[in-house]
C-alpha cells in the first residue's frame, strides 16, 4: 500500500487542502466542549443557592414556604427588606463597617509583622513560639470565649469598640500564612538592603512587604470576610444596642422580634444584605490576586 503524501496548499496550481487532520480537530473541539459543559454544570449547582437567596428575599412568606426551591416570586415584594430597613439595620452596618475595616488593618499589619519575626529573626525561643501559633489554630473558638470575656471585663473595655475590635487584631492562621510566604522570598533581597544601611524594619517595610501583596491581599479578604461574618466574639464583648454589628442585630431580630412563622424572605433578605460587601470585596481583589499571584511565579 502506498504511503500518503504531502499536498501543496499554497502557490500556482496547488492542490486543494485534505482532510487528514480534521478527525483530531474534531476529537478536540468534543473534548473542550464537553469540559466546559461541565464546567457550566457546576457552576450552575454552586450559583443556585444564592439565586435562591435572592429570589426567596422577593417572596411572600406563603409563597416560599410553598414554592421554597423555585427562585421566581409569584407575587414580586420588598416587604422584607422594609421590615428590616424599619429596624436599625443602618446603626448595625455602620458598626459592622467601623469594626471590619479596623480589625482588617490590624491583621494585615500585625500578621505580616508577627510572620516576618518567625520567619527571618533569629531568637531563643522561636521554634517553641512558632509550635505555639500553629497550635492555637486547632483550638476551637467556643472554648475561648469565657477566657476573653474575662480579660476583656478585667481591662474595663467591656461594652465598648475597643473590647470588640483589639481581641481580633491577630489571628494565628494570618501568622502562618505570612510566615510561609516570607520564608519563600530570597534572602538576598534582604542583605542587600541591609548592606545599604536599612535596618530590620525599613527592611521589612521597604523591600520585603512589597513583595508578599499576593499574601497582603489574600489576608486582607480573609480579615475582613471573618470579621464581617463574626458572631459569637460580639456576643460576649458588649451588650448595648447602640454596639450591634449586623450579624448580632440580625440574629436576634430573627429569634423572635418579628413573630412566628418560618420569615424566609426575611432571613434571606437579611443574607443578601450581608453578602453583598463581601462579595463586592471579592470583585475588586479578584484582578490583584491573579496578577499578584503571577508576578510571584515570575519573580521566584
Do not use: C
Amino acid at each position: 500500500m502506498s504511503q500518503p503524501t504531502a499536498v501543496r496548499t499554497t502557490g500556482p496550481g496547488a492542490d486543494s487542502p485534505t482532510p487528514l487532520g480534521r478527525p483530531h480537530a474534531t476529537r478536540t473541539a468534543i473534548l473542550k466542549a464537553f469540559g466546559y459543559s461541565a464546567l457550566v454544570v457546576f457552576a450552575l449547582l454552586y450559583l443556585f443557592p444564592f439565586i435562591i437567596q435572592i429570589g426567596t428575599s422577593f417572596k411572600t412568606d406563603a409563597d416560599s414556604t410553598a414554592n421554597p426551591l423555585n427562585p421566581i416570586p409569584e407575587t414580586f415584594t420588598t416587604a422584607a427588606y422594609q421590615s428590616l430597613f424599619q429596624q436599625d439595620l443602618p446603626l448595625w452596618f455602620g458598626n459592622s463597617v467601623i469594626v471590619a475595616v479596623f480589625v482588617t488593618a490590624g491583621r494585615v499589619f500585625f500578621d505580616s509583622l508577627a510572620g516576618y519575626a518567625l520567619a527571618r529573626l533569629k531568637f531563643r525561643g522561636r521554634g517553641a513560639v512558632t509550635l505555639a501559633v500553629v497550635a492555637t489554630m486547632a483550638v476551637p473558638g467556643v472554648v475561648l470565649l469565657i477566657p476573653k470575656f474575662l480579660i476583656i471585663k478585667q481591662f474595663g473595655i467591656y461594652d465598648t469598640y475597643t473590647g470588640m475590635i483589639v481581641p481580633l487584631l491577630a489571628d494565628a492562621a494570618g501568622v502562618f500564612i505570612m510566615k510561609n510566604f516570607f520564608e519563600g522570598i530570597p534572602v538576598s533581597l534582604e542583605e542587600a538592603a541591609k548592606l545599604d544601611g536599612a535596618g530590620v524594619f525599613r527592611t521589612f517595610w521597604s523591600v520585603v512587604l512589597p513583595i508578599a501583596r499576593p499574601a497582603l491581599v489574600t489576608i486582607t479578604i480573609i480579615a475582613f470576610q471573618s470579621s464581617w461574618n463574626e458572631l459569637p466574639h460580639f456576643l460576649v464583648s458588649r451588650q448595648s444596642p447602640e454596639l450591634n454589628t449586623l450579624t448580632t442585630g440580625i440574629s436576634g431580630l430573627l429569634t423572635g422580634a418579628l413573630g412566628s412563622g418560618n420569615r424566609y424572605p426575611l432571613k434571606l433578605a437579611a443574607a443578601v444584605i450581608m453578602t453583598i460587601p463581601i462579595a463586592l470585596m471579592f470583585f475588586v481583589f479578584q484582578k490583584r490576586i491573579i496578577s499578584g499571584s503571577l508576578e510571584g511565579a515570575v519573580k521566584e
